[in-house]
């Protein structure tokens, strides 16, 4: 039993840190082919950079229908592999940051034009890869680990309350 409990961890960390991003992408590859790459679709793809829905929204999807039938709580700290990923990645890009661009880009713009900004403020600052590398697995993540825990929530509500038409008979 104790055992399981690793395992189970690693398998919702990689659904929601590999297999949502990939949904992700094909959602925004198959919307871009719908409708001919079109100014507006490209609009709503870009819109709001790291907060924008069709981003996190299949981890909250695959958190919400995996968990349904695994439930399991270890799906909910899916959160924190997120969290270690983005870390090791803004690590990273400090690390690998170069003195010559500080009267140009300091290292704070760097790491939020790469990390947060599918469109960023400045075309030459930060690595724009680190969006799709690293910042999509963690929302996926964190979204995974929400979809989850609100399914639990529902699960065990359903648990506790009774079924007021079945009660009155």
Request: aromatic share 12%; charged share 5%.
């Amino acid at each position: 039993m104790q055992r399981t409990r690793p395992v189970s961890f690693l398998l919702h960390a990689a659904v929601a840190m590999v297999i949502s991003p990939i949904a992700a992408m094909v959602v925004g590859l198959g919307a871009v082919i719908v409708f001919n790459n079109s100014p507006g679709i490209n609009s709503v793809l870009n819109a709001g950079g790291a907060s924008n829905p069709l981003l996190w929204g299949p981890g909250l999807i695959l958190g919400l229908l995996v968990n349904r039938f695994t439930l399991k709580s270890t799906a909910c700290w899916v959160w924190l592999a997120g969290m270690v990923w983005i870390a090791c990645g803004i690590f990273a890009a400090l690390s690998s940051y170069h003195a010559r661009f500080a009267g140009i880009c300091s290292p704070l713009d760097s790491i939020t034009n790469g990390f947060f900004f599918s469109v960023p403020k400045q075309s030459y600052c930060g690595d724009h890869g680190n969006l799709m590398l690293f910042t999509l697995p963690t929302l996926s993540a964190i979204a995974y680990s929400l979809g989850a825990w609100i399914t639990l929530w529902l699960v065990r509500r359903a648990r506790l309350s009774p079924d007021p038409v079945s009660s009155n008979w």
